[in-house]
């Protein structure tokens, strides 16, 4: 992360037997102030984590995107990369952390 990007806590949880971290899963949107940082897992799964309670829930796509568009700052600015399989972006230009850019 660059001195700009937003600082969240590097946790990991088992949710119904997945495991998500977030280190390794994409970052979407977040709130600084509230502590609030929403993530789409590698398994494509989304999830918000709250830095205050240091917990993960795991959220329905509907859920996630409603989340998305509600905070106030979009780390994937677009929504079709942010949600590819809702948004008909699912292929080899989906963005991913793992890209070493």
């Known amino acids: 992360m660059t001195d700009k990007s937003p600082k969240y806590k590097v946790i990991q949880q ?36 709250d830095d205050n309670e240091e917990n993960i829930k795991v959220l329905e796509t509907e859920e996630a995107e409603e989340l998305w568009n509600s905070l106030p700052s979009k780390h994937v600015v677009n929504i079709t990369a942010a949600f590819p399989k809702n948004h008909g972006g699912v292929g080899m230009d989906t963005y991913t952390n793992l890209y070493d850019d």
């Open 14 to 49: 088992v949710v119904d037997t997945e495991t998500y971290r977030t280190d390794t899963s994409t970052l979407l949107a977040y709130d600084e102030s509230k502590k609030q940082f929403l993530f789409r897992a590698l398994n494509s799964n989304y999830f918000v984590q």
